[in-house]
């Protein structure tokens, strides 16, 4: 199993660009979530989807959209990047017992110029 | 708004030290993990805590739950330079069970 895996790895856009980043997951887990990482913030909730078809707000989802259109992958999107979007972006995946115990993907560091 | 604050923010010590970082709340959780995080890469589980007053052992690794549910601590004896890393306690509440609130981490080096 290859677990959590996010493409790409890296990506330097320029204000305004747009861009996707794709998750996926070989362990049919039900949730799924992308998170953002920034130096001093810790891990900070984007969006999340407890299910195909399904998507809801995290703590900080302004400037960016998902879609769950199949269980195994979840996708982020930026219609038009912001210098404050540079972060390190991680999706998880978990099952919903016995403790929504999650596993990461290794990440994707974007730059936004 | 669920927070979880971990002290120190940064930790240095010598390879063989003994070590113990927290995380504290004012809330009650029904459960809370720590995972550890290496540079480049994603949080790994390392353990689960469930039931207040609750102590797991992963080799030199002791975590504690506090009684009230509301703190833990995790304590390594030994340190050894593969435990360098950032270490991040993360509580799922009784009412938002989808979602986990994670805390700003302890950056750990381990110094040989």
């Known amino acids: 199993n290859a677990g959590v895996t996010q493409t790409p790895k890296f990506r330097v856009l320029k204000t305004g660009q747009s861009m996707t980043l794709l998750c996926a997951q070989d362990?049919?887990?039900?949730?799924m979530y992308w998170y953002r990482q920034d130096p001093g913030m810790g891990l900070r909730l984007i969006h999340y989807?407890?299910?195909?078809?399904?998507?809801a707000k995290g703590e900080v989802p302004d400037g960016y959209n998902v879609s769950r259109l199949k269980k195994q992958n979840f996708l982020l999107g930026l219609e038009s990047a912001a210098p404050s979007q540079t972060s390190v972006y991680f999706c998880?995946?978990?099952?919903?017992?016995?403790?929504?115990?999650?596993?990461f993907g290794p990440g994707t560091r974007l730059t936004v110029t | 708004t669920q927070l979880l604050e971990q002290s120190p923010q940064f930790l240095s010590i010598q390879e063989g030290e003994n070590l113990t970082v927290y995380c504290n709340s004012s809330?009650?959780?029904?459960?809370l993990q720590w995972y550890r995080q290496e540079p480049g890469e994603g949080p790994v589980l390392l353990v689960t805590?469930?039931?207040?007053?609750e102590v797991k052992k992963l080799k030199r690794l002791t975590f504690q739950f506090g009684d009230a549910r509301k703190d833990s601590s995790l304590h390594i004896t030994a340190a050894q330079p593969g435990d360098t890393g950032l270490y991040l306690c993360?509580?799922?509440?009784?009412?938002?069970?989808?979602?986990?609130?994670f805390g700003k981490g302890t950056k750990l080096s381990v110094i040989p």
């Open positions: 809330s009650v959780f029904s459960s």
């Open positions: 989807s407890v299910g195909e078809g399904t998507t």
């Open positions: 998880a995946s978990t099952l919903p017992r016995p403790n929504y115990e999650q596993y």
């Open positions: 993360a509580g799922r509440s009784w009412a938002g069970s989808y979602q986990l609130t």
């Open positions: 805590v469930v039931t207040g007053g």
């Open positions: 362990m049919n887990h039900e949730y």
